[in-house]
């Protein structure tokens, strides 16, 4: 019987280890690389702060570039004058224009669509930093680097 016992116990202590018991090491939590945006802003305007606040909350690494001039920004001359508000972001290889919603800049990057960005023009109350108790009903419009455009999401 002790020879039995003497073969089972290593195996039965590889088993245990194996299984996560005896010597199992915690495992380290490491989070997710966030994704980088850079925030185009004027420095006069607090409802992009917000905004770019939003997009913090939300897990991307923000980095904010504060300029008086925001027509001159590279990024911002590929925007549609029609479709531009008062800030432009770039995510990835994505340009975001105003006040568009988290959830579709991440459906942006999920979906990956052929389009150069997605933006709300204006400055709608309700939209994500120009939070309101009166929302307006307001869309988020796609665009190409030919200038089409098309809805991308409406809220």
Known sequence: ??????????????????AGGLEAQPQSKQKPASVEATVY??????????????????????TREVTA???????RRRVPLTLRSCHTAVVGNYL?????PI??????????????????PGMPAGSPGMESPYPVPYS????????????????
Do not use: N
């Open 103 to 120: 959830d579709l800049v991440q459906k942006l990057r999920k979906e990956r669509p052929k389009i150069a960005g997605i933006a709300v």
């Open 140 to 155: 988020i419009v796609a665009f190409r680097a030919d200038g089409t455009t098309y809805e991308f999401g409406r809220r």
């Open 69 to 75: 001039q925001l027509d001159s920004v590279p990024a």
């Open 1 to 18: 019987m002790t020879r039995i016992a003497f073969r089972l116990v290593p195996t039965a202590l590889a088993l245990v280890c194996a």
């Open 96 to 100: 975001i224009e105003g006040h568009v």
């Open 41 to 62: 802003l004027s420095p006069t305007c607090g409802c992009c702060g917000k905004w770019a606040d939003h997009m913090k909350a939300a897990g991307f690494a923000v």
